[in-house]
């Protein structure tokens, strides 16, 4: 039996429940697979946000010597 006949031979109040039932789930899909984007999208953002903002706290001549100091 394929899904199409199984939900025909229900009353209808029963799929009526059948069909908020997918909905539910289609909502749910699409919100989480939707979520999951933005966060991966949110996270890129302030990564690269957060390199600018330390980028001359990172990149300074003083850091420089401490490098060398490190080398030998």
Known sequence: M???RAV???PPEAQIE????????RQ???TSKNKAKHVR???EYWTALSQ???QSVWDNEE???Y???LKR
């Open 2 to 4: 394929n899904l199409q």
């Open 41 to 43: 999208e949110d996270a």
């Open 63 to 65: 850091d420089d010597i």
């Open 8 to 10: 025909n031979s229900l």
């Open 18 to 25: 059948v069909f908020d039932f997918v909905e539910f789930l």
């Open 67 to 69: 490098n060398e100091l």
């Open 28 to 30: 749910k899909y699409v």
């Open 52 to 54: 600018v903002s330390v």
